[in-house]
């Protein structure tokens, strides 16, 4: 069975510094997806940025950008020039591509961001 | 474009009982996913469905059931309340049969006195 590992319970940044989350996974498939979610407050689950395991560049979305190491099996969120709306709780998941486990996100614990003024 | 919309956003029953929870997709996906968010386990996966089937199941007792509509819309249902069904439960929609990307409802926060 898959699983997600988020060793980091919180971190803190200054505003506009950088910050990275760190993630790492356990796998025996060769292709599946890995995604960072956010959750503010409001407690909905935002998207920030996927990856592809097939795919070596890293994906990279405005400030977010991720470091894939699929070797390694790590998978960490580079937060750029941070501003306070990054403040959040921040999941890292991984789902599968096809079979019986299609549509099932298996989830990290998460990391708490505080971004201090 | 709606988003995922889930009712109610919060809801208080008493052990024992039982509750419906809804989840509306976003007009035009067919697949919708639920998940159990609790401060100890984290986040849990519960059920699929896509196109009216039940595609994919966690591990979770036969309390918890669930079923999508012709129009995509879901419901999840809990038997027999207990104390530690107390969670938020999340919702998520995706447009295809391969979940490329999960759009996620506010949640609804269930309290279990």
């Known amino acids: 069975a898959q699983t997600v590992t988020q060793s980091q319970p919180e971190m803190s940044v200054q505003e506009a510094e950088t910050v990275t989350l760190s993630c790492t996974y356990d796998?025996?498939?060769?292709?599946?997806?890995l995604f960072w979610y956010k959750q503010p407050p409001s407690r909905q689950m935002i998207l920030v940025i996927r990856?592809?395991?097939?795919?070596?560049q890293n994906a990279t979305e405005n400030r977010f950008s991720v470091n894939f190491q699929k070797a390694a099996k790590s998978f960490s969120l580079k937060i750029s020039d941070s501003q306070l709306g990054d403040a959040a709780m921040y999941f890292c998941?991984?789902?599968?591509?096809?079979?019986?486990?299609?549509?099932?996100?298996?989830f990290g614990k998460g990391t708490k961001l505080s971004v201090k003024p | 474009k709606a988003g995922v919309t889930q009712t109610p956003r919060y809801l208080i029953k008493t052990r024992g009982q039982q509750v419906t929870l809804s989840c509306s997709p976003i007009?035009?996906?067919?697949?919708v996913s639920w998940y159990q968010q609790t401060p100890g386990q984290g986040l849990q996966f519960l059920f699929e469905?896509?196109?009216?089937?039940?595609?994919n199941k966690g591990n979770f007792p036969g309390r918890f059931s669930g079923r999508q509509f012709s129009n995509s819309r879901s419901e999840m249902n809990v038997s027999t309340l207990e104390l530690g069904d107390s969670a938020l439960y999340l919702c998520?929609?995706?447009?295809?049969?391969?979940?490329?990307?999960?759009?996620f409802g506010q949640g609804t926060r269930l309290t279990v006195v």
């Open positions: 998520a929609s995706s447009s295809n049969s391969f979940n490329t990307e999960a759009f």
């Open positions: 796998t025996s498939e060769s292709d599946y997806y």
């Open positions: 990856q592809e395991a097939y795919k070596q």
């Open positions: 998941a991984y789902r599968s591509i096809g079979g019986g486990s299609q549509g099932n996100l298996i």
């Open positions: 007009s035009g996906h067919r697949s």
């Open positions: 469905y896509f196109s009216e089937t039940q595609r």
